[in-house]
């Protein structure tokens, strides 16, 4: 490589376009090594950390100290060095930088309901004043929730969103957040068992018609909407399509028959959970789900919706055996919880039940769309198939009905 010594013109060239163009700019017009340019820049004392700076500059800096180094740097045409010397000098000291964590922890603590990742990201870039790859934003979130922080993730609309659910316990009503907004009339269901034998498709129908009849647009589905594998040595008996995309394509066909703009909002029961731990390890069936139905949200394992804009539904899917009354084990569950929501769906017995409370609450048992299956046959209940329908909903009233379809 040849080292053309600089002609009297380039070098005034130079003089008078540092600072005001950038010196890769300056390179191209002097076809010049970009490397060779800079060490030029530094040799005729005008290298970005020594030169002057002006009054111009100088108010930049001032008006706008809390940009980011790096993007005052590009701004101004000097070095991250020259800049911090500069601020450091002027008294104008840097507001502490937020970490990519402390940014997203940031945002998340500030949001009412999951935010849509792309929101997430853009307000993170816009607090840090740079542009985040989605990767190391992915990253970031995935050591903030091993590290224990209660992230969840919530597929809707073919789109993820982010809510931090436990936000601190000295406002105990806000200890769980909400996850979503819906209203009455709505139905409340679980445990449909899509792909076992015992799946009702005339109880599905009696349901179809009855959200055409009411016009109804939100159906919270409280777990084990699949049959799943992996659940009980003799499954199999139950099963009437055992692969799990069959089941997935099934689910879709399912959701999909319901008239449009039906939100399905569900919850991992049981059944999909031992999927998850049993058969294709890890593997999120209603994760999948969802992300083939835009009508389908998904919220992982316990689940707060806002009801009619002022109460709240907490949904979880149950677990455990026999008790000498199945009701028993919904008041269980509600005297144990230290945030006590206006309603209270829990699933997995296949009862259907409302049970009032004081101040207008309610424990329901949520039903299922299964005609029977060994496990619970093996327990001794009988199954009720049917679901809630709750028309209203308030401080005061609340309009519900058990629905028994009269099929089989
Ligand atoms: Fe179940």
Redesign the pocket.
Known sequence: MTHKTYSKEEEEYIRSNVGKMTTRDMASHLNRPFLGVERKIERMGLSNNDREWSEKDTIFLREHKDWSIGVLSKKLNRSKDSIAQKKKREGLTDPPTPSLRDAILNILQGVELPILESSLLERIEALLGEKMELTSFRRELRYLIEEGYDIKEVISDFDRYYVLVRHGITRPEAYYRFLVDINTPLIITA?W?LGSIGFSELALKEMIKQVEEYKIKDIVVAG?ITQGRGVHRVELVDLKTPNIDDQIEDAVRVFNSFPQGTRFHLLL???EEKLKGNVRVGFDILRAIALRCPSVSYYGSVAKLRLNKNYSLLMIHGSGGTSYATSYKIEKVWRELVDKPDILVM??L?QLAVIPKQFNKLLIMAG?LQRENAYLINKGYIPEVGWILLRDYNSETSDFKEVMPRVF
Do not use: E, N, Y
Request: hydrophobic share 0%; aromatic share 0%.
């Open positions: 445990d068992h084990d029961g049981g059944h699933g997995h296949h299922t």
